[in-house]
C-alpha cells in the first residue's frame, strides 16, 4: 500500500475513533451527538478510501445526513433543551466496556486466525478476480478503472440472491413504521387541544360548556364520545 | 523501472495542480455566481414591485456585492454571551462546506470537475448536511427563535428530501447511470433537445423537483427556517458580520447548485443545437452559454414564485410534502418503468416488438404509446392526489369552517 | 397524558411582523399557541394629558400622532368632538372636502395595511410595494393640498385649513382613473391565490357574538358578519348623500377581513365618484369665517363625536369647562379595543397564524398607546 494512502488512512481512522471515544466521554449530550456524526463522516471517508464510493455516499446520506438528526431532534425534544449536560458515564461503565470488547473479540479474532497468515494473497486474489471480470465485461481489454462493487452489483444482488432478506427487512420497517403511525395516533386523540375561539363558541352552542378533563386540560369532543 | 519513481512524482504534482485549479475555480466560481445571483435577484424583484433595486455601486449595481462583502466582513463578529461557542463558531462552516463539496460534481455546461459514478447521490448525501448546520446554529445560538428556526428547517429539509430523491428517480431509470456526466451526455440525441423534461415522465419529475428544491433552498413559499416575519430569522437570528454572510453564501450557491442541477438532469445541461457540430472548445463554449441561459431561468423562476406568492404554514408545508408531493412522485417512478419497458424493451417482453415493432431511437410508434401511456397515468394520478387532498368548499358548512376543519 | 413542554417566547417589541413596539408574550406547545400577552405602552406620549393642557386648535396637530396612517381622519373626527361642542356650522363644501381627505385615507390606509398583512403572511413585499405606490400617490394630493404628508393638520374648527383648487380635483380625477386598474390587480392576484386561501381561511376566526361582546369595530367586525359602519349607522358629514354599500363577511376568518377591505376600496372610490360630482354645486367656503380658532372658548358642557376611520369607530370625547382647553379630553381608539381580541383570537391557533391575525387587525401603535 502507498505510504501516502497509509497517512491519510491512519489520520481518517485517528478521528473516526477519537470522535468515537468523545461520543461516550463528553458530558453534554448534543456534543456526544455532533461527535457522533464526525465519526459517521470518518468512517465515511474510510470507505471512500477502499474505493467503494457507493457505500461512503449512503453513509454520509443515511447516518449523518439522517440517522444523527434523528438522534438529535429525539433529544431535542425529549430533554431539556437549554440545560447543562449530564453525565454520560453510570457506575457499570466497566460491564458495558467489558461486553464491547467481547464482541468485538469474538468477530475480529477468528477473522485473524483464519486468514491472518495469507491476507495478502487474498487480497491478491480478490483483485485478480475482480480485474478477470473487468475484462470478460469491458470485452476482453482491461479497463482503466476497475470498478469494486459498483452500484450495479449492490442492485443486482439486492434483486437477486438476497431478495428474500431485502424484503424480510423492508417488511420489518413497514411494520415498524405503521406501529410508529398507530402510536401517535393514539396519543394524538389523548393530547392536549387548545380550542380556538370559534370552537369554544361551538361547543357552548351544543350544550358542551367546559369539556375539561381532571388535569384541566381541553379535551376535543371526539374523545369524549369516545369514552 | 528506474524511472518510474520520477514519472509518479510527476503524476502526483499534476494531479495535485490540476485538482488545486479546479478546486479554485469552482470556489471562485461558486462566489461568483452567489454574487451574481444576489444582484440579479434583487434587481429582478425590484422590477416586479416598481423599484429600481440596486444600480450605484459599479455598471448597473453590479459591484454591489463586493461592496456588501466588504461591509460584512469588517463587522464585528459577535457571539452571544451564552451560547456554545464552538458549536457557534461550526455552524456556518458546516453549511458551507456542504455545499461547496456538492460543487465538486455538479456540471458546469459539458464541463465536469470530476466525474464521479454516483455523482447525483454524491450532491444530495453532501448537501443532506446542512441539517446538521442548521441544527448546530439553532442550538449553538441559545435563543429560542433560533432553536425554533433550526428545529423548523431540520424537519422540512428531511421531509423534503424524499419526494427530492424520488422525483430523481425516473431520471436515473431513463439514462440508467447515477453519474451526471453520463446523465447530460444521454441527453445530446435528437439534435441536442433529447432533454428530459420533454417526455411526460420527466416533466413530472421536474416540477416536482422543482417545487422540493425550493423547499430544499429555503426558497419562498417554503422559506420557514427564517419566516422573518414569524420568528425573527430562524436559526440566523445570533449571528452577524461574516458568519451571517457565510450563511447566506452557503444558502445562495445551494441555490446555485440546484439550478445547476436541475438544468443539468432535466434540461439536457449544456446540449442544445449546434454543441456536438461546433467541437470541443467553441462546443464547450457554446454549451457553457446554453447551460447558463437555463440555469439563470430556472432561477428567475424562482424569484418570481419568490415575488408572487406568500408563505406556507409549517403544518401545511409538511402535508403537502407527504399527502401531495410524495404520492404523485411515487406514481411517477411507476409510469417511468412502463415508460422505460415500452420504449426499450425488446427480447425482454416480445410482445411489445409485436406490436409496436422493434426498439430503435427512431421508433416513433413505441415513443408515442409511451408518452400517451405515462400522460394518462400521471394526470389521472395528479387529479386524484387534488381530488383526495382538497375537499370543495362547498362541502363544508359553515360551522365546520368555523371550527377550523377546512384547512 | 401526553404533555410537550412549553415554551414562553416574547415576539417584539422589537419585531419585523409587530406593526410597531408592541410586545405579546407567547406561551406556545409545539408550535401550538396557547396563551398569548400582549404588553403594550411602548409608544405612550401622555396624549389625553397633553389633551387637557392645550388649547383646542394646538391640540389639532397633536390628533395626527394617534393613527399616523390617517391623520386626516384624525383631524376630521377631532373637529366634529369641538364643533359639537362649541356649536359650529359647518359649510357644505368643506364636509365635501373633508369626506374626501376621508375616503382617499380609506384607500391608502386599506392599500398598506393589506400589503402588510401579505408581507406578515411571508410575500416578500410585492403587494406591500403595490399598495405603498398608491399611497404614495395620495400622499402626494394630502401634501399638495395641506403642506404634510403624513402629519396633515388639515382641519380646522367650522371647516379646513385651506380651499382645495381645479388642480387638486383634476390630479384626484387622474389618480381615480388608475385606481380600479390596481384593485383588479391586487385582486387578481391575491383574491384566489391558492397559498393565501390555505394561510387566511378559517385562521383567527372571531364569531360574531364575540365580537360584538368585544365591541370591535371598523374592518374586524365587518368581517364577522356584522353590517356596522358609523357611516350608515349614524350619517356624518354629508354622508347620507351618497349611494355606497357595507361589505360584510361570513366566518369572520382573516380571508373574511382581507375581502372587506379589498372591497371598501371599491366603495371608497364610489363615495368618491359621487363627491367629486356633488362637490360643485355645495354651498359656502372651505370654513366658517365666524370661528375664532385661536381663542375658540367653548361652552360648559360635553361632546362626543365618532367617525368611522379605516381602522374602526374613532371618538373623541370633549369636556369642556368654559376655559380654552379641554376639561376631558378621551380617545376611543379603535386599534386599541380592537387589539383587545387578539388574545383569544389568537389561542388554539398555530404561532405563525398569529402575526397574520395581528395583521388582519390592522393596528397602529400610535393610537393604541397614545
Known sequence: MNYVVLTIFFLLSALTLGSGIMVVTVKNIIHAALWLISTFVGVAALYMLMEAEFLAIVQVLVYAGAVSILVLFAIMLTRQITGTGTRQLHSRWWVAMLTAAALFGGVIVPTVWQQGSSWDKTASDAQAILVQQATEANGGTRPEIIPVAGTEELGAALMGEYLLPFEVVSLLLTAALIGAILIAFEERTRRRRVLTLAEELALRKRGIVEPHDEEGAVVPVDAEQAV | MTYWPVIAVDAWIGLVLVSIIKVTLILVGGSLGMMFLTWYERRAIAYMQDRRGPNRVGPQGLLQPVSEAIKTMTKEDITPLDADRVVHFLAPVVMLGATVLAFAVIPWGNLFPSSLRVGVLFIFAVTGLHTVGMLMAGWGSNNKFALLGGMRGVAQMVSYEIPLLMALLPIILLSGSLSLTDIVTRQGDWYGFGWYVFSPVGLTAFITFFIAALAEGERTPFDIPEADSEIVAGYLTEYGGMKFAVFYLSNYMTNLALCFIMASLFLGGGNGPGVTALGTVLGGLLSLVYFFIKALALFFLMVLIRGTVPRLRVDQLMGFAWKFLLPIVLVNVFSTAIWVAITRWGPQAQIFTDWFGEPASDNYLRYGVAIVVTLIINLLAVYAVMRINRRQPSDLTEEEIALGLAG | ?370
Open chain 3, 1 to 370: 397524558m401526553l404533555k410537550t413542554e412549553e415554551l414562553q417566547v416574547n415576539i417584539g417589541p422589537q419585531h419585523p411582523s409587530t406593526h410597531g413596539v408592541f410586545r405579546m408574550l407567547v406561551t406556545v406547545d409545539g408550535e401550538t399557541l396557547v396563551d398569548l400577552k400582549p404588553v403594550f405602552g411602548y409608544l405612550h406620549r401622555n396624549h389625553e394629558q397633553l389633551g387637557e393642557v392645550n388649547s383646542y386648535l394646538q391640540n389639532m396637530p397633536f390628533t395626527d400622532r394617534l393613527d399616523y396612517f390617517n391623520s386626516m381622519v384624525n383631524n376630521h373626527a377631532y373637529a366634529r368632538a369641538v364643533e359639537q361642542l362649541a356649536g359650529i356650522e359647518v359649510p357644505e363644501r368643506a364636509q365635501y372636502i373633508r369626506v374626501i381627505m376621508d375616503e382617499l385615507s380609506r384607500i391608502l390606509n386599506h392599500a398598506s395595511a393589506l400589503g402588510f398583512l401579505l408581507g406578515d403572511m411571508g410575500a416578500w413585499q410585492t403587494s406591500l410595494l403595490w399598495g405603498l405606490r398608491e399611497r404614495e400617490k395620495i400622499l402626494d394630493l394630502f401634501e399638495y393640498v395641506s403642506g404634510a404628508r403624513m402629519m396633515c393638520n388639515y382641519s380646522r374648527f367650522g371647516g379646513v385649513a385651506r380651499d382645495i383648487d381645479d388642480y387638486f380635483i383634476s390630479e384626484v380625477k387622474k389618480l381615480m382613473q388608475g385606481l380600479p386598474r390596481y384593485f383588479d390587480e391586487f385582486e387578481r392576484l391575491l383574491v384566489e391565490n391558492e397559498i393565501l386561501l390555505v394561510r387566511a381561511k378559517g385562521v383567527g376566526v372571531l364569531p360574531k357574538e364575540l365580537a360584538l361582546s368585544y365591541s370591535v369595530t371598523g374592518p374586524l367586525l365587518r368581517g364577522s358578519g356584522v353590517p356596522y359602519d358609523v357611516r350608515k349607522a349614524e350619517p356624518y358629514a354629508v354622508y347620507d348623500r351618497f349611494d355606497f354599500d357595507i361589505p360584510v363577511g361570513t366566518v369572520g376568518d382573516v380571508y373574511d377581513r382581507f375581502l372587506v377591505r379589498v372591497e371598501e376600496m371599491r366603495q371608497s372610490y364610489r363615495i368618491l365618484e359621487q363627491a367629486l360630482q356633488q362637490m360643485p354645486e355645495a354651498e359656502g367656503g372651505h370654513i366658517n369665517p365666524k370661528v375664532k380658532q385661536q381663542s375658540l372658548k367653548p361652552p360648559v358642557g360635553e361632546s362626543y363625536a365618532r367617525v368611522e376611520s379605516p381602522k374602526g369607530e374613532l371618538g373623541f370625547y370633549l369636556v369642556s369647562d368654559g376655559s380654552g382647553s379641554a376639561y376631558r379630553y378621551k380617545v376611543r381608539a379603535p386599534s386599541f379595543i380592537n387589539l383587545s381580541a387578539l388574545a383569544d383570537m389568537c389561542k388554539g391557533y398555530k404561532i405563525a397564524d398569529v402575526v397574520v391575525i395581528l395583521g388582519s387587525i390592522d393596528i397602529v401603535m400610535g393610537e393604541v398607546d397614545r
